[in-house]
Each structure stands twice: as C-alpha cells, then as structure tokens.
C-alpha cells in the first residue's frame, strides 16, 4: 500500500470517528428531517408490515394501502435487515449511510488515481468528504447513499474496460444499477466510462460485453422508475417525485434564481471559499487547456443542466440536491490547490475545510424543543393498539406524524373543519391529535387526552 492510500485511508477513519458523535439522535434536526422521514417510515413499514422490498408503504394514506412510487429503497431495506436482527431503530439508517458513503470517498480516491497523481487525488477526496457530504452521510437520505454506489461502479467500469477482469464487470454490474435505483440522477456519472470506453485500446469482444452490461443496468432502473412505479402509483395513487416537465423546470429555476445561485455559491461545500477556489481551478484549466477537466466538463455539464431543469423548484430550496455537482467541483478546487505554491495550498485548503464543517456542524444537535414529538406513540399506545387511524393536525411535513407509529391522516390546520373529521370517522379514524401550539380549534368530540403539547380527541 502507497503512503498516500494510507493518509487517505487515515482520514477517512477519521471522519467516519467523528461523524458518530450524535449517531443515535432522532431524525430531527432542522434540516431535511422531512426527507430522512420517508426513508425511515419505508423501513419501519418492512418491519412492521410487508418485507417484500418491491412494495415500499408510507402511513399518511389514510385508510388506503400506503404504497409509494418512489425510488428504489435499498436503504430503507437495509434498515429493515438490520432491524430484523436487533431490532427496529431509526439510527441505523444513519450508520448504514455513513459507512457507504466513506467507501465511496475511498472509491472516489481510487478513480481521481486513475487519472490524475496522488496528491491531486488526495486533495479531491479530502475536499468532497469535508463537502457538504460531512454532514449528508449520517442522514437517512438516499442521496449520500447513491452517489457513493454510483462512484464505486464507475471506478469498477473503468477497471473492467481498462484490465478485462470479470470480477470487476460484475462489481460494476451491482454498483451501477444499485446506485442508479437509489436515486436515478446520480447515474448520470456513468456517462464519465465513455473516457476509458473510446480510448482506443479495447479489444471488440470488451467493448461488446460492457455494453451488453450497462444495457442491462439501464433496463433495471427503466423497469423501476417508468414500469413498477406506476404500478405502484395506481395501487394507492402516491408519487412521491416524478420530476418535473422541462418547461416546468425551466420556468421555477427563473422564478428563483437567487435561491438557484444559493446551491451553487454556498449548498454545495457549505461554505464560500472551497466553492471560490473550485471557479478558480476550472478557469485555471481552461486558460492552461487543462484536457482532462476540460472534457470532463463538455461531457457533464449538458446533464446537469437537464436534471436542474427536471428538478426546477426542489433543486432552488433543497440543499441536498447541489450534491450530484459536488465531485467535479472537489477535482475543480483541487485542481487549483495543486498548481499554487504548496504552502499557499495548505493554507487555502485548511481555512476553506474549517469554513466547510464549522457550518455543518449545528447539524449534529437536535433543539429540544423538537423531542416533544417522541412522546407521540407512547401517548398513542396508552389510547389503542397500533392498527387504530389516527389523524394529526399539522403541517406538510410527515415528520411529526412518523412519531405516532400509526397509519391515517394529516391534516392542514385550514382544513381542520368540522365535515372533514366526520369525513374520515366515517373512513375509520378513532383518534384526532392536534398540537396545543396551532390555537384553539372547537370540536364537538369528545377530549381524552390533554397535556402542555398535545391534546387528542376520541373520534
């Protein structure tokens, strides 16, 4: 082993340490708690319900099936493994995610090697783990999780077409189409094996079985997205994200363009000087014609801009979604910490990685405030078993209703009137919880519960 795999390997040890601090805390914390919840009420549906990986569930479908055409849920089912062992718990979808997303900085590491010397490897890869990814790996989000396969089968791709080892296609084969079900704009990086593909040295026969492969591997994540989800979606009618049209698109990133900048200046380290110093390496490649780079940008850059258009709105306010351009811009900063005086380097590199984890890490605490939801299901279990519907006023965010453990409604305080809870007590609702915050609402049932958070009526 080089003695720059080992520092890589140090550091990686180290973040994977560090990032345990809090590991076990509930999913919320301000910060994409609602997408962490989706995952985790998936899982706790294959634990508690169906095991079958083909029908992820969610329980805000009132008294109908919850089933949920979404993304290919590898990591909900990996907690559902995991749970089945030691039981259900919502903090191993974070150790799950935080333990591929280091193995995919490792593999991240190894394909910058391929191309580039160690030192610009070792740069890059220090750069994308300290990205916002720091704080992205311990969620429960497909994203992290994704993105990480993605990397993995692309540096198994590009091993394959270079040595023609079996082992590798078929490393390629599970890490490709793993990633690209987890979350399907991520497989957009695939499209960097055109690279060792047309280089000029394969043999025929290579190039044959490669692309027999990758077809396979586009057909699955077709056969999932554009087939089984809409048969999902017509067993209960919930979408989760099917993207927008390009018009669509198009017209929200206009409509906010300020928030659209905000992913690129700030989302996608966390911070202004790492971003600052990855414009500065990508003019620096191509004032010196730097090839590499260069293509790597004339070949990416017409994706990413398709998946901001397909993502218009979401891509504008969720911080996460600037995650698929993080690599390429970690090689652009690198790129430049490389070709400037070292001890400069070392400078720049250290004031911009600061910047980066010191705003992430309010992410590692919860307000207290927040822990007034966990009281919800034993409150919940003190009325009636678990099959009872319950309903919560609240907002759109599922999150405060995964704390219940239980199927039914949510409810939008404006819609809280009296025809729409006889409405869903005629669909079989037994209790109605709402928050002691949203004000006084009348209603003519019966309170049975009541404390300084929630009070629940019997329907």
């Known amino acids: 082993m080089e003695k720059s795999d080992r520092h890589i390997l140090v550091i990686l040890a180290l973040l994977f340490a560090v990032r345990l601090f809090h590991i076990t805390e509930p999913p919320i914390e301000v910060s994409h708690n609602w997408r962490q919840t989706t995952s985790l009420m998936v899982a706790r549906n294959f634990y508690q319900n169906d095991h079958n990986i083909l029908y992820p569930s969610l329980d805000e479908n009132g008294e ?37 997303v280091t193995l995919g900085g490792w593999f991240f590491y190894r394909l910058m090697r391929l191309y580039f010397d160690d030192r610009l ?58 990633g690209a079900l987890v979350k399907i704009p991520y497989g957009l990086y695939l499209v960097l094996l055109v690279f060792p593909f047309f280089s000029g040295q394969l043999i025929t026969a290579r190039k044959i079985t490669f692309s027999l492969v990758s077809a396979l591997v586009l057909f699955v994540v077709y056969w999932w997205y554009f087939n089984w989800n809409y048969h999902l979606s017509e067993l209960s009618g919930i979408w989760y994200n099917s993207g927008k049209s390009i018009s669509m698109g198009i017209q929200e990133l206009i409509d906010n363009s300020r928030d659209v900048f905000a992913r690129f200046y700030f989302s996608i380290f966390q911070g202004f000087i790492l971003f600052g110093l990855s414009i500065a390496g990508l003019l620096l490649a191509a004032y010196k014609k730097q090839k590499k780079i260069l293509l790597l940008v004339l070949v990416i850059s017409p994706l990413f801009v398709v998946y901001m258009m397909k993502s218009g709105f979401l891509f504008a306010h969720h911080g996460y979604y600037a995650l698929v351009l993080m690599p390429v811009f970690s090689l652009f900063a690198a790129h430049l910490l490389q070709n400037i005086p070292v001890k400069l380097g070392y400078v720049l590199l250290s004031v911009g990685l600061i910047e980066s984890i010191a705003n992430q890490q309010h992410d590692f605490f919860v307000k207290d405030i927040d822990r007034k939801k966990m009281q919800l299901e034993t409150i919940a279990d003190q009325l009636g078993p678990r099959s009872d519907l319950v309903a919560l006023i609240c907002g759109e965010n599922p999150n405060e209703f995964y704390f219940l453990n239980r199927k039914g409604w949510m409810i939008q305080a404006p819609k809280a009137n009296q025809n729409f809870i006889a409405d869903i007590k005629k669909r079989g609702c037994r209790y109605l919880f709402v928050r002691n915050e949203i004000g006084h609402l009348e209603f003519e049932y019966h309170k049975i519960f009541e404390n300084h958070e929630y009070i629940v009526f019997e329907l």
């Open 121 to 178: 490897a070792l740069i890059s890869t220090l750069v994308y783990s300290c990205s916002s990814l720091f704080h992205l790996a311990r969620k429960v989000l497909p994203d992290p999780m994704s993105l990480s396969l993605i990397i993995t089968g692309v540096y198994f791709g590009t091993m394959y077409l270079r040595s023609g080892k079996w082992s590798n296609l078929v490393l390629y084969l599970l890490f490709a189409s793993a």
């Open 64 to 100: 109908k099936a919850g089933y949920v055409a979404m993304e290919f849920p590898l990591l909900s089912y990996s907690i559902y493994l995991a749970s089945s062992v030691f039981g259900y718990d919502h903090w191993y979808g974070r150790l799950i995610n935080l333990f591929v």
